[in-house]
């Protein structure tokens, strides 16, 4: 059963990540899609799991304080290391490449760590495994969406996205087969969650949402944002229940 689980994880990452480029045309649209997704991911996902997983280990305000560290973290290698700009002449070039790889690095961290919740849990419980699993499987599409769209947001071309998509396609089936071999406690998985949930809040509101805008009318993007987060809102509820 796993094995299936590890190969829908896989095929449902790489078919939304082919949807992003079968539509790049519509890139503002897809980036306001993805920037309430990723939002949606941190608020509805990931933070819920971390305060459930830490609760018993950790004080909400050390949870909150390594959410507000993740955010940090990334908004100082943005500014002192990706530089982040909107410019697209030839001096700048590099850096969006390299602040697009370095998102699509993140979130393909972030889907080995959902394949490695999979395996944990199932080692725990096949009950508790499946609701993982289920919950993790909702949102692999729109991370496959998500991970294209940091790629040509930053002026890659459609193979290094496929390539990256690849990878984060990959990364949960990983993540699953690691499990086999390592272990992680829950209140260093809560922090490290935490993390990441401060990562794609500033991912999604500093980084896609304004690009979504820039160049583009607002009132679709913005339609295309809500629409993200309320698909992550539902499809984690129906997965949770």
Known sequence: ??????????????????????????????????????????????????????????????????????????????????????????????????????????LSFHSFLDGAAIGVAFHVSPVIGAVVAAAVLAHDFSDGINTVSMILRHGGEKRQAFRWLVVDAVAPVVGIASTYFFSISESALSLVLMVFCGFFIYIGASDLLPESHHKHPTRWTTITTIIGMAVIYMVVHIAGV
């Open 1 to 106: 059963m796993i094995i299936l689980i590890a190969l829908g994880a896989l095929a449902a990452t790489f078919f939304g990540g082919l949807f992003a480029l079968r539509w790049s045309d519509k890139l503002h649209l897809i980036l306001g899609f993805s920037a309430g997704a990723l939002i949606g991911v941190a608020l509805f996902d990931l933070m819920p799991e971390a305060l459930e997983l830490g609760g018993g280990y950790w004080n909400l305000d050390m949870l909150m304080l390594a959410l507000a560290g993740g955010f940090t973290a990334y908004l100082l290698l943005d500014r002192m290391f990706l530089m982040h700009c909107h410019e697209e002449d030839h001096d700048h070039r590099s850096h969006h490449a390299h602040r697009g790889r370095f998102g699509a690095g993140s």
